[in-house]
């Protein structure tokens, strides 16, 4: 996967490729995306700081696209959660309602997957710079906002409760990642908590976790202004 990627040459092969290599999370068994996901940011973090500026801009593509990826296989089944949790007593009878109690199952279940994956990867509070460098820490937090916002995740009338409890628990990373010992990732973390397109910065309340975080995001106790005048 890194190789094929590393010897492709021009701007819209590189684009197709990079898609493809995100596709194949749609063809895999449940089972197998988490090793295949653990698989692609092991790799990816293990070359980061070898890849030359030259061709950065095509392995920034492809993180970007794996990402999208395995947000919208959690996104997909989103919609059937909620229609399941709509349907009350009703659904859960019969043979249609063990089908929507299977499927609520396993959109949980991809849940956790992807956020085990995330929390192991890049977004990693152990602040190990060999496992994952801060250029690739940086980069993906400054594109899961994006992610979300074209897969509808940031809109609360399309995904549904569902939706907002993944993404408040997708925010509850982001947010452990504001107390990172390395300055540019806690102040990364800050800004994109901050962004005003995520749900809990337009609640009138704010007063989850994740929101409160936001809120307090404009300083760090490590910033400095400059001289006083």
């Not at 010897?7 to 449940?30: H, K, S, T, Y």
């Not at 063990?98 to 977004?123: C, H, Q, V, Y």
Request: some cysteine; proline content about 4%.
């Amino acid at each position: 996967m890194y190789y094929s990627l590393w010897m492709c040459d021009r701007p819209i092969p590189q684009q197709n490729l990079c898609a493809e290599l995100a596709g194949l999370i749609r063809v895999l068994p449940d089972d197998a995306v988490g090793p295949w996901l653990a698989a692609f940011w092991e790799t990816i973090g293990r070359e980061w700081t070898g890849i030359d500026v030259l061709r950065l801009e095509k392995f920034m593509l492809l993180v970007r696209r794996m990402l999208g990826a395995g947000l919208a296989w959690v996104c997909n089944v989103l919609p059937a959660e909620s229609a399941a949790g709509e349907g009350g007593g009703a659904q859960q009878q019969g043979a249609g309602g063990k089908g929507e109690t299977r499927k609520m199952k396993n959109g949980r279940r991809r849940i956790d997957i992807l956020l085990e994956n995330l929390a192991s990867w890049p977004f990693e509070t152990g602040d190990d710079l060999s496992r994952v460098p801060v250029g690739l820490r940086l980069h993906v937090l400054d594109i899961w906002v994006d992610e979300a916002e074209k897969l509808g995740l940031l809109d609360a009338e399309k995904t549904g409760e569902p939706g907002r409890q993944f993404l408040d628990r997708l925010g509850l990373l982001i947010e452990a990642q504001t107390r990172s010992t390395c300055k540019p990732v806690r102040l990364r973390a800050k800004e994109m908590l901050a962004d005003d397109r995520l749900p809990w910065n337009a609640d009138d309340a704010g007063d989850d976790e994740v929101g409160k975080s936001a809120k307090n995001s404009s300083g760090d106790k490590d910033s400095w202004d400059g001289f006083d005048d």
